[in-house]
């Protein structure tokens, strides 16, 4: 019998679909007024000091960046009090998953996790031949730890926590992770995905991982949110530096790239447009909250730059998200999340939520004569 030249396990996933780009929207429907409500980016955009760092370095392209970027660490060393040897770089949190995957997960080993989580974790998972363990959502949207914690066991390699998650915005508690924690055995590792920490942290009962000193976890944050440079892929990761030392052997040399160190580390020292960022979201989040409300939908409460609404149908959620296209408004339908009678909006800024709202009210009127608003 003939060996297989592609393995099951890579024939039967499915590549992973971005948000539809701006200039393709252009160039399919025309529009020269759009805005991109489909990825979670920073609406307000990079930091100046992001920028004038990424703007200098160009000189120096015709070089390899810094191996072991000792810049860009020493300044998360400083912010976060931790070891160099504490930290690992990657071309975006997920290209850090990818070295996880690579150096821990084997085929048939176990890894325990939600229904309808970030799926480019679920992506890396499968293509190791990993026996992915799915756990239901409370009916809050929210993982369910206890549910998680019986389905943790002495096969269990990994654990994926998206805290807080994508897509629905939801967190686990400081209760939630302690009582998980308890039924986490010293082999089994947990990958705490904070893709969103900076939203979320200011909340009374979020588990900041930094408040923490699990030799099996391993934090994974990010500048592609709140610091505003997801065009040049860079994230971080945090754990003991036994974990840290065998990602770094399996890690490829030279990521991520000079431009992409040199914009984290302007970001890194620009808070005033962190907070602008933090403060623009918040008001945004209030509005479109109670906009979405107002006109019939049910929005899950978030704790991120986004909103996910439930449509009640995949129909639905295609009509909508094609209308809006049509008026230049970008929105995440959630099909490949499993969650087809759901959208994801992004917020943005104040001039894009009225051009959204604007939409909508060209949108609605049919909607709801096609469809009423039962989801």
Not at 113 to 142: H, M, W
Not at 218 to 233: D, E, N
């Amino acid at each position: 019998m003939q060996k297989k030249l592609v393995p099951d396990y890579i024939e039967k996933l499915e590549v992973y679909q971005a948000g539809k780009p701006i200039d393709e929207l252009a160039r399919e429907k025309g529009l020269t007024k759009i805005s991109k409500l489909a990825s979670n980016e920073n609406p307000l955009g990079p930091s100046p000091f992001a920028i004038r760092e990424m703007t200098n370095a160009l000189w120096d392209v015709h070089r390899y960046p810094d191996m072991f970027a000792h810049e860009l660490k020493n300044s998360l060393s400083r912010l976060y009090n931790l070891k160099p040897q504490n930290i690992i770089l990657g071309n975006g949190s997920e290209g850090i998953m990818g070295y996880i995957v690579r150096a821990f997960l084997q085929p048939n080993e176990e890894v325990v996790t939600s229904e309808n989580t970030f799926i480019g974790f679920l992506i890396l998972a499968k293509s190791v031949g990993a026996k992915l363990i799915q756990v239901p959502r409370g009916a809050d949207y929210k993982y369910d730890v206890v549910a998680m914690a019986k389905k943790i066991n002495e096969n269990t390699k990994i654990v994926y926590i998206a805290n807080p998650d994508n897509p629905t915005g939801t967190y686990i508690t400081k209760e939630e992770f302690d009582f998980l924690m308890k039924h986490v055995p010293s082999h089994t590792i947990v990958i705490l995905d904070e893709a969103y920490f900076e939203f979320a942290q200011s909340h009374w009962d979020y588990p900041d991982s930094m408040n923490y000193r699990y030799d099996n976890v391993i934090t994974l944050r990010t500048f592609s949110k709140a610091y505003g440079i997801s065009g040049v892929r860079c994230g971080y990761g945090f754990g003991h530096d036994y974990l840290i030392g065998n990602l770094h052997k399996v890690k490829l040399p030279f990521e991520p790239g000079l431009i992409a160190q040199k914009g984290a580390f302007g970001a890194l020292k620009d808070y005033p447009h962190l907070e602008r960022t933090l403060l623009n979201n918040k008001e945004q989040y209030e509005i479109l909250f109670d906009y979405l409300t107002e006109h019939g939908f049910k929005p899950i409460p978030s704790v991120t730059n986004f909103i996910t609404i439930k449509t009640g149908s995949e129909e639905k959620s295609l009509y909508l998200f094609n209308e809006l296209l049509n008026h230049g408004v970008i929105i995440r339908p959630l099909r490949a999340n499993l969650m087809p009678d759901h959208v994801r909006i992004s917020i943005g800024t104040k001039e894009e939520m009225n051009h959204f709202y604007e939409a909508m009210s060209e949108v609605m009127p049919k909607y709801k004569e096609k469809y009423g608003m039962k989801s």
